[in-house]
């Protein structure tokens, strides 16, 4: 435990050093994408608006119409999913070219990010970021539906008073476990994703399979100790509620997760 306590400690002071006067551009970078991310997430509200302008151009409501609005609105909302991911992932993935870039001993510079806004290259970008969300995505079904379901259809049968309160108070605080118990298994498990994104960014012609298999190859038996050091950083993110802004917390977080990646990578840190 002291010698992992020792490598984390090195870690930060190496992504402390990385950082020294290049502060404003990991910020930027930053800054940039928490935007951009913003600008996406109003998108839907575009949706409802459409939805709602052809609601009211149709004169007649029939039920046919209905169900052609509604799966007009879901078929809207993929698309919109899949123009966010087009705006957001070459970015997410150039800043992290940036970031591991310094990590990796690679001089900085903003080709790096410019590179990855070329529309071949942000078409990969955004296939690699896509393949993760979803295998990120089909993991957290599998380990926090259990406990959402029991917790949920506890507190739906509650309220038709069938239950009482020992029984109620039971399988609140076991469906509450459960769900706990899942989120730790699930933060663990996406840890064996960590390495993808550094991965492309090393190496831009890499195949998707590759990186997934390195990226669990080097992660191997690394996932929980991974999960420990990016928890190390939530005092960080609690005190850039009322003490640091996030704007200085953030850049050092996101270089010091950059050289733990890097030295993964480098088949280090047991």
């Not at 990969?124 to 380990?143: H, P, T």
């Not at 309160?165 to 769900?179: D, E, H």
């Not at 390495?195 to 960014?201: D, K, T």
């Amino acid at each position: 435990m002291r010698l992992a306590h020792q490598r984390n400690k090195a870690t930060r002071v190496w992504a402390r050093q990385l950082l020294h006067g290049h502060r404003g551009t990991a910020a930027g970078l930053l800054v940039i994408g928490f935007l951009l991310a913003a600008g996406a997430g109003f998108l839907p509200l575009l949706l409802d608006f459409a939805a709602s302008r052809a609601a009211a151009a149709i004169p007649n409501h029939t039920p046919m119409a209905d169900m052609g609005l509604r799966w007009g609105k879901a078929g809207g909302a993929v698309l919109l999913g899949l123009l966010a991911a087009l705006l957001c992932a070459p970015l997410r993935v150039g800043r992290e070219a940036w970031y591991f870039g310094g990590a990796d001993g690679r001089r900085r510079c903003a080709a790096r990010v410019l590179f990855w806004l070329q529309p071949r290259w942000a078409l990969k970008a955004s296939r690699f970021v896509i393949a993760i969300f979803l295998r990120k995505l089909l993991w957290a079904v599998l380990y926090l539906l259990p406990g959402g379901f029991l917790l949920i259809g506890t507190l739906w049968q509650a309220q038709s008073g069938d239950l009482s309160m020992g029984l109620f108070l039971s399988a609140v605080g076991g469906g509450a476990a459960l769900l706990l118990l899942g989120l730790v298994f699930y933060g663990a498990t996406a840890q064996r994703y960590a390495l993808v994104l550094p991965v492309l960014a090393k190496q831009p012609r890499c195949k998707l399979k590759n990186a997934l298999r390195l990226s669990a190859a080097r992660t191997d038996g690394r996932c929980a100790a991974l999960l420990r050091f990016r928890l190390g950083f939530l005092p960080w993110y609690l005190m850039s509620l009322p003490i640091i802004p996030l704007f200085f917390t953030a850049p050092y977080i996101t270089q010091a997760l950059a050289c733990r990646h890097a030295e993964l990578l480098r088949g280090g840190v047991e």
